[in-house]
C-alpha cells in the first residue's frame, strides 16, 4: 500500500456543483493530516489541517477516519477558483516540533463554466 | 504576512556544474525544509533542518547534496554536480514551534532548476 493514496483525476465539474476527494494513508501512527493546494507550477499552499475527526472552513469540508486509514475532502459550490490539484499530506508522525510532510499525487480539479 | 521567498526562480545549469539554492524562511520560524517536484510527479521530501544541523533526510539527498543556514536568515541547498535527473521544482518550507501552529508548514514559490 503507498503512504498516500489519492482518487486519480481529472474531476472534471460545472460551477456550483459539490465534488469529493478521498485519501487513504498506510502510517496508521500517523496524528495530523493535512489538505495542499497546488496550482499549476506553484508551490503547495494549506487549505485544511485535519486533527480530530473532522474540519470545517466555509464551503471546504475535511473528514478523517482512522479506523478506516480514510481523509476526505468536500467542497460545495465550486468556483472556477477552486480549479487546482489537490494534495493529501500526512506526516509519519508527530514527532514534536518538526515533521517532513509526505505528499500524495494530487487529484486536479477542473471547474467549468 | 509573512512568507518563504526563493531566489532564483528559474535556474538553467550543465550537467556537472554545482547549484546553489536560495531560501529566505519565515523570520521566526526553527525549522526548515526542501522538497523537490519532479515535472508531472509528487512532491518529495529531501531534508529538514534544525539547530543547524540535518534532522532528517530522504534517499534522494544523497552525498551530492548539502545544505546550510550561513546567517540568520538564509537556508540553502547545494547541489554538487548535477545531473539530468536532478532537474525539478525545489521547493523550501519553514515551520514554527511554540506559536500554536507547530507543525503547519509554509513553502515558498520555488526554484525551477533546469540541468542541461
Known amino acids: 500500500r503507498k503512504e498516500v493514496e489519492q482518487d486519480p483525476g481529472p474531476f472534471n465539474v460545472p460551477e456550483g456543483a459539490t465534488v469529493a476527494f478521498n485519501c487513504t494513508y498506510s502510517n496508521s501512527a500517523s496524528q495530523s493530516f493535512f489538505w495542499y493546494r497546488q496550482d499549476c507550477r506553484k508551490e503547495p499552499k494549506l487549505l485544511m489541517s485535519v486533527y480530530s475527526s473532522g474540519n470545517e472552513d466555509g464551503r471546504f469540508t475535511a473528514q478523517l477516519n482512522r479506523a478506516s486509514q480514510y481523509i476526505s475532502l468536500l467542497i460545495r459550490d465550486s468556483k472556477l477558483s477552486d480549479s487546482a490539484t489537490y494534495l493529501c499530506v500526512v506526516p509519519p508522525l508527530f514527532s514534536g516540533g518538526y515533521n517532513k510532510l509526505i505528499f500524495g499525487a494530487g487529484t486536479r480539479l477542473a471547474v467549468h463554466p | 504576512e509573512p512568507e518563504v521567498t526563493q531566489t532564483p526562480s528559474h535556474q538553467v545549469t550543465q550537467m556537472g556544474q554545482e547549484v546553489i539554492l536560495r531560501c529566505v524562511p519565515i523570520?521566526?520560524?526553527?525549522?526548515f525544509y526542501w522538497y523537490r517536484q519532479i515535472l508531472g510527479q509528487k512532491v518529495e521530501f529531501l531534508v529538514s533542518?534544525?539547530?543547524?544541523?540535518?534532522s532528517e533526510k530522504s534517499e534522494i539527498f544523497d552525498d551530492q547534496f548539502s545544505v546550510e543556514r550561513p546567517d540568520g536568515s538564509n537556508f540553502t541547498l547545494k547541489i554538487r554536480s548535477t545531473k539530468l535527473e536532478d532537474s525539478a521544482m525545489y521547493f523550501c518550507a519553514s515551520s514554527g514551534w511554540g506559536t500554536g501552529d507547530t507543525d503547519t508548514q509554509y513553502f515558498g514559490p520555488g526554484t525551477r532548476l533546469t540541468v542541461l
Open positions: 533542518f534544525y539547530n543547524n544541523e540535518i
Open positions: 523570520s521566526n520560524h526553527l525549522y
